[in-house]
């Protein structure tokens, strides 16, 4: 059975480009290697990730995430059974939040995703997939 689940979390520090690199290149290989697809959405001091794939793989790669001390306040925003992926062509795409860019700044107050659906998230985060620049993805 495949799922999607959807998340949002605080990070502990600054959220550097390192950092970043570092957490891409090992979801990719993990991801690639067990079957999920996704897409992290990371800047403005948050994480907000789509993963999706097997039921038991999901659920072990959140509670992985979920202990992982660069992030705090981690948040489980949507669960869902799906048929098809909608993520599939990335073993993990990487959108970053910029502070300043017009089409990947979110307001926070303006779209507070603790207060809004799962669906409304993921529509925010297919909003900011179809920005092609601001896609970075080591799948290639």
């Known amino acids: ?57 999901v659920t072990q790669l959140y509670a992985r995430i979920y202990a992982d001390q660069r992030h705090t306040k981690v948040e489980l925003l949507h669960c869902e059974s799906i048929a098809k992926r909608r993520y599939e062509n990335w073993s993990m795409a990487h959108v970053s939040l910029s502070d300043i860019d017009p089409a990947t700044k979110i307001e926070w107050p303006e779209f507070d995703p603790y207060s809004v659906t799962g669906l409304q998230v993921m529509a925010r985060i297919d909003d900011l997939l179809a920005k092609g620049s601001v896609i970075q993805s080591l799948d290639a």
Do not use: D
Not at 13 to 25: V, W
């Open 1 to 57: 059975m495949l799922i999607r689940i959807i998340y949002l979390s605080t990070a502990v520090g600054p959220q550097t480009t390192t950092m970043t690199n570092a957490i891409l290149k090992k979801a990719q290989a993990w991801n690639q290697a067990h079957g999920i697809t996704g897409v992290l959405c990371q800047g403005q001091g948050v994480f907000l990730q789509a993963l999706e794939g097997e039921r038991g793989t």
